[in-house]
């Protein structure tokens, strides 16, 4: 037994006397890596320990000492020691020790069982970094914090210093390519970590831009986008040029290995990832290779992460309306003003839409989380202007749009992150959407909603109330029935819309009515001061998701710029209408050519309603910054553009319509319909009365 334990056993065996003295060592201890057994025997346990770098051996001596004075084993001692070579080696051992005695109790000495564990080790310790970066690297969707817990996981660990720098042209959202024709050469640092200490500054710095000169490793690995590994750094390398700032950080901290990764991810080229060794002796190699390349990889998809959500949070701002301080507009029906809180989440929006007959629609929502918040609010106020500019009623623009939300998207994929990459979308509710309809003339508000706050209604004399608009489902769950709600509004009154981030962060509905009337009970100096106020009392503190404000002061168009008459269905009316409507623009002072060409409208117009409906016809001019002709019967047929032959009698209407005013088209009216016509005005007259003060 004796034999085999010292001649075949894959144990290593070191045989000490009572003075610690190397007297006998088996075949597996000569054999193993990094350890000159021959030229250790009969020297001290202390000065073998010296004889290495071992992190520390006084703790091994301490613990060789116990076992000798007390006979209790000392199982499974990690050592690490490197040899003298250059370079040096670096093994790992695991050591158990016990004491050797007779059986009268005499002892004779120590027995150290040895086994070389370097490759679990190290393999247990890449694992660790790995979990490591996947559990710290990506906890945030910003470039440079991202960059900087990279950093943070390599140094030490792998690197003594590791730098990250992308292209500058990444901070803005765009994707260079593979191609290094088409990418800009200029890289900007945003990681940066030193064992030499958190106050040591890279070269250059974090948040300065650089340019990788032609013929240096790095430009070369972003040119073939092949990592380099660079064993053996020489101080005389050729493109080392001390003139350089970076070159001359190399050589002053005595560089002597090197790793130059390409961050890459779905396809972009984001830049380049630098790993130095000056202070470990040990250079990097293969392994050391393949490990950074994981690590490199999992932050790239990081990076890209935080490029993709800055790309979509500035459209998502850009799509709600601008930033916080939006500029008040002013349109026919409704004077506009509005506050947008961004929380970087994307989704919430609204909008302004003019209609026919100088009528507003008001349209805002929150989109789902889902792929790309912003790609959805485009999608969806793309459609709503397609519906609204259709003249449909608000139930029926949300029916439609409840059957889009429902379809499975057909949008083509490039480079989104995948599900799994996305953030988390946590509790995000689905997508909601109100639609209001303001008619200046008749001070006639519709509004529908599909599971948006209700908005509130603020009157001249500064009263709060809440319009309570029937809520259906949100858009794409259950059945689609959503009920309109209508309400004369008074003149010069406002109407408050704000989301559910904003209706949360005010502490529910009461509240929010109860902090609006006393923030209108005094005046503003304007509207937008009124928004800007409401918003920063109901949101002090940023919500967690973007929220926003909208205010819509109403006008009225009054007697002195609309005019309406009704006229029998007979024949005659086409001759009565035109003669009408010929004075009343006489009346408003218009060209004789507007005037010429409106009664020839009107004419056709009134004579296609006598030809198709039964009931009375209604006329109605409206005067804005257009002059709007609209035709009003009972009958639900929509006519439609045709060219009629030469020889044809009749069909002409909504040609000679068509070419006569810059608009027209028909909308849906109770049973029946509304044929209108719309023409540019030169000089449009002021629009409607607004209340003097603000309220």
């Known amino acids: 037994m004796l034999d085999a334990l010292f001649s075949q056993s894959p144990v290593g065996l070191h045989v000490y006397d ?40 006084a703790a091994v001596e301490r613990a060789a000492h116990r076992v000798l004075e007390t006979g209790v084993p000392e199982p499974d001692l990690i050592i690490r020691f490197r040899d003298r070579r250059v370079p040096p080696v670096e093994t790992v051992a695991s050591v158990s020790a016990f004491r050797l005695q007779r059986a009268d109790g005499t002892v004779l000495g120590l027995a150290a069982a040895l086994t070389d564990v370097t490759a679990r080790v190290r393999a247990e310790a890449e694992v660790r970094l790995q979990n490591e970066a996947a559990a710290r690297i990506g906890t945030t969707l910003d470039i440079f914090r991202t960059a900087a817990e990279f950093c943070e996981v390599v140094s030490p660990a792998l690197a003594d210093t590791v730098t990250v720098d992308v292209y500058d042209v990444v901070l803005g959202g765009r994707a260079p390519t593979a191609d290094a024709a088409d990418r800009d050469q200029t890289v900007r640092r945003v990681g940066y970590r030193s064992a030499a200490g958190p106050d040591q500054q890279g070269v250059p710095a974090v948040g300065e831009v650089d340019v990788y000169p032609p013929g240096t490793p790095y430009r070369t690995v972003l040119d073939t986008l092949a990592p380099k590994l660079i064993r053996r750094l ?40 630098c790993f130095y060794r000056w202070r470990e002796p040990a250079p990097f190699d293969h392994r050391h290779l393949r490990l950074a390349e994981q690590l490199t990889t999992h932050a790239g998809q990081c990076l890209d992460n935080a490029r993709l959500y800055g790309r979509e949070r500035s459209a998502a701002r850009v799509l709600s309306g601008g930033f916080a301080q939006a500029q008040a507009s002013v349109v026919t029906a409704v004077e506009l003003a509005r506050t947008h809180l961004p929380a970087g989440t994307g989704g919430g929006w609204s909008d302004a839409i003019a209609l026919s007959g100088s009528r507003v629609a008001l349209v805002a929502g929150d989109t789902t989380s889902g792929t790309s918040r912003p790609a959805a609010m485009s999608e969806l106020r793309a459609a709503i202007e397609a519906l609204a500019d259709l003249d449909l009623a608000p139930d029926e623009i949300l029916q439609r749009l409840h059957d889009l939300a429902g379809r499975p998207s057909t949008r083509p994929h490039t480079d989104e992150p995948d599900a799994g990459d996305d953030p988390p979308a946590g509790d995000d509710p689905p997508a909601t959407c109100l639609c209001l309809v303001y008619d200046p003339v008749s001070r006639l508000c519709t509004a529908a909603s599909a599971g948006h706050p209700s908005p509130v209604l603020v009157h001249p004399g500064g009263a709060v109330e809440l319009l309570d608009v029937a809520a259906g489902p949100p858009l794409g769950q259950g059945l689609a029935e959503y009920a309109l709600t209508q309400r004369v509004l008074p003149e010069g009154s406002t109407l408050l819309i704000c989301n559910t981030a904003l209706l949360i962060a005010a502490g529910g509905r009461e509240p929010l009515l109860s902090r609006l009337t006393d923030l209108f ?49 007979t024949p005659e009316s086409a001759g009565q209408a035109r003669r009408r409507v010929m004075d009343q623009l006489t009346e408003w002072g218009l060209a004789q050519d507007v005037i010429d060409d409106t009664a020839l409208v009107v ?56 070419h006569l005013t810059q608009r027209w088209g028909v909308r849906p009216s109770g049973r029946g319909k509304t044929l209108w016509a719309a023409r540019t005005l030169v000089a449009p007259p002021a629009s409607g009365r607004a209340p003097a003060t603000e309220k």
């Open 18 to 57: 009572r003075e610690l003295r190397l007297v006998r060592v088996n075949t597996a201890a000569r054999l193993m890596r990094g350890f000159p057994v021959d030229r250790l025997l009969g020297r001290t346990l202390p000065e073998i320990l010296r004889s290495f770098d071992i992190t520390d051996h």
């Open 234 to 273: 020489r101080p005389d390398a050729h493109w080392l040029e001390p003139r350089r700032r970076r070159d001359a950080r190399i050589l002053d901290a005595a560089v002597h290995s090197m790793l130059l990764l390409p961050i890459r991810a779905r396809g972009v080229v984001l830049g380049l990832a």
């Open 521 to 569: 009970a005094e005046p503003h100096p304007s509207l937008q001061a009124a928004c800007d106020t409401c918003a920063d009392a109901l949101a002090p503190e940023q919500p967690p998701r973007d929220a926003y404000l909208l205010l819509a002061r109403t006008r009225t168009l009054d007697d002195s710029q609309t005019k309406a008459w009704t006229f029998p269905n």
């Open 603 to 658: 004419s056709e117009l009134v004579t296609n309603s006598v030809r198709y409906a039964k009931g009375p016809i209604q006329l109605r001019l409206i005067r804005d910054g257009s002059l709007v002709c609209e035709v009003t019967d009972d009958s639900s047929a929509s006519p439609h553009l045709r060219r009629a032959l030469d020889t044809d009698e009749n069909g002409r209407g909504l040609f000679i319509t068509a």
